[in-house]
């Protein structure tokens, strides 16, 4: 996404992200070239990230997130967590953009005392996005308010319609796709082990 077309919120969630990272970063004393070892993703990433310079990809925020031991919801936090939290309808900035309008959304990510993510997806007909790996034993539960869905895990396809819901282990290479003529409005939850995930093992 270019650096003109994001909004407001979208940049704050840019410069949250920035903070975070270093901060977890230089609190675990890793170099870049540490944290660019324990998840997989370039250096050069990295130094955009950390500088604000660009808009990371899902998959990218997953990686640094599993790599320290959070949830990506860790790396959009501006304040301490309080007792209680109400999250405003247009709060959550947008981190997926299909090409057709689509969105993904993170509505809530909390860390404690599990790891556990809730997003909102619209996807418009015919987008897809393509989802690598996540830290061992990460599960996923996705329930179709509206439209259809096509999750292909591995090399099976499973067709989700209104109403239906899917539970499935994310640890493997996982696709979504609306195969339908209407759009697509999704509810996700990712609950995700606890602990440090580095790829290199």
């Not at 969105?103 to 993510?117: H, S």
């Not at 061992?136 to 396809?157: F, K, Q, W, Y």
């Not at 339908?180 to 082990?193: C, H, K, S």
């Amino acid at each position: 996404m270019k650096e003109n077309m994001l909004t407001d919120r979208e940049r704050d969630a840019q410069a949250a992200i920035a903070r975070q990272v270093k901060s977890l970063r230089q609190g675990r004393r890793w170099s870049l070239d540490e944290l660019a070892s324990r998840s997989g993703v370039s250096k050069g990433m990295l130094v955009q990230i950390e500088g604000a310079r660009t808009n990371p990809s899902i998959g990218t925020l997953c990686r640094v997130a599993e790599s320290f031991g959070v949830s990506i919801g860790r790396l959009l936090e501006t304040e301490p967590e309080p007792v209680v939290k109400i999250v405003g309808a247009d709060e959550p900035a947008v981190l997926w953009r299909g090409p057709d309008g689509g969105t993904g959304r993170l509505l809530r990510g909390v860390n404690d005392p599990a790891f556990v993510e809730v997003w909102e997806w619209r996807m418009a007909p015919g987008e897809d996005h393509d989802s690598g790996d996540h830290t061992p034993r990460t599960r996923e539960i996705i329930h179709v308010r509206e439209g259809e869905l096509e999750v292909t895990i591995d090399v099976t396809n499973y067709a989700v319609r209104t109403g239906e819901t899917i539970d499935f282990t994310a640890d493997r290479p996982h696709r979504y796709r609306n195969p339908g003529t209407a759009e697509a409005v999704l509810t996700m939850v990712v609950v995700m082990p606890q602990g440090e995930y580095d790829r290199r093992r």
